[in-house]
């Protein structure tokens, strides 16, 4: 008997604790209908108020609409060249957007820059075949039952896809030209970087020669073999060796037309590929909406505190 004891107590305990929560949540549901009910009835008996508060609101909230300068978003679709990925990065995010908000003005541009980010263009296809070693990379990963899709996003991956969104964000309606221009003179201003541009376009234009010459040999090879066959009965039979240099030949191709591709981004260590330019960036709600329901709040809220006023008093 003496053992039932704290298990009837806590039992009793537990039952009062729900009862507790229960008149507690009862009362909290009361008051809030009742204070609904009293805001609703002052705001009715002062509707007069409610309503010149609606209209003034709405009438500047329209003015501001229709005369503030424009928020824009300028979307750059860019190619760090020469292993400069990650100093891409760092410059965004240590961004020095108060000198370039200076150099602007100076330069009458009309417009201040108020954000800049940056973000992979994830291309997961491209990125594996552009790489034997991405592709072993990910053979690896598949066989190791680990979630592609996820590593694909992951920071270590998404830095070596080869284009990347630079979003700039600009407030005015001025050269967005100018302002566009300006960051990208300064990320590609970097002495280290540009030396290196010059180095590996040398090397890049020597491999296009060798590349050209390759195929000036395959084809050179077909004009004798079509020379030595007068009556042109060259056929896979008589040349087996044919469907591999034929092979041989599109591989030099797709080499040559990717090697022509990389001269021309290779040409700024971050290459502007293409751009979106002033998308407009729209307020989550427009001021028409959201003045009035500021103005109302403060009445309510000068309202409210009045009555506290006048409470203490009596």
Same mark, same amino acid.
């Given at each position: ?6 298990h ?32 609703l009835?002052?705001l ?31 979307e ?25 908000? =200076? ?8 417009? %201040? ?19 034997p070693?991405?592709? %072993? ?33 600009t ?19 970097? %002495?280290?970087?540009?030396?290196? =541009?010059?180095i %590996? ?8 020669e060798?590349?050209? =010459?390759?195929?000036?040999?395959i ?6 073999l ?48 293409? =751009? ?39």
């Amino acid at each position: 008997m003496n053992q039932e004891y704290p298990h009837n107590t806590s039992s009793d305990e537990q039952e009062v604790d729900l009862k507790h929560l229960s008149n507690r949540m009862s009362s909290f549901y009361d008051n809030f209908i009742f204070n609904a009910y009293r805001l609703l009835r002052f705001l009715r008996r002062r509707w007069y108020v409610v309503l010149a508060l609606i209209i003034v609101g709405a009438g500047l909230g329209f003015y501001i609409d229709s005369t503030k300068a424009g928020r824009l978003r300028h979307e750059l679709l860019v190619v760090p060249n020469f292993s400069s990925v990650d100093y891409l990065y760092q410059k965004v995010e240590d961004y020095d957007r108060l000198k370039l908000n =200076k150099d602007l003005i100076a330069s009458n541009a009309g417009n %201040e820059v108020y954000k800049i980010k940056i973000e992979p263009v994830y291309d997961v296809y491209n990125y594996i075949l552009t790489d034997p070693l991405h592709f %072993e990379a990910f053979k690896t990963l598949s066989e190791r039952a680990i979630d592609l899709e996820k590593y694909s996003k992951s920071k270590l991956a998404s830095k070596n896809y080869k284009y990347h969104i630079l979003t700039v964000y600009t407030d005015g309606l001025g050269d967005t030209e100018m302002t566009v221009n300006k960051i990208m003179e300064e990320l590609n201003s970097d %002495e280290y970087f540009n030396k290196r =541009k010059e180095i %590996e376009k040398r090397n890049t234009i020597a491999k296009r020669e060798e590349i050209a =010459k390759s195929i000036e040999h395959i084809n050179g090879l077909f004009q004798r073999l079509g020379s030595a066959n007068s009556v042109n009965d060259i056929t896979m039979n008589a040349y087996p060796e044919l469907a591999d240099v034929l092979t041989a030949k599109e591989g030099l191709m797709k080499q040559l037309n990717a090697v022509d591709v990389q001269m021309i981004e290779q040409d700024k260590v971050i290459y502007l590929a293409t =751009k979106m330019m002033n998308i407009n960036v729209n307020p989550f709600l427009p001021y028409y909406i959201t003045i009035p329901f500021i103005l109302l709040l403060i009445y309510i809220a000068g309202a409210y505190f009045n009555f506290k006023v006048r409470s203490l008093k009596k």
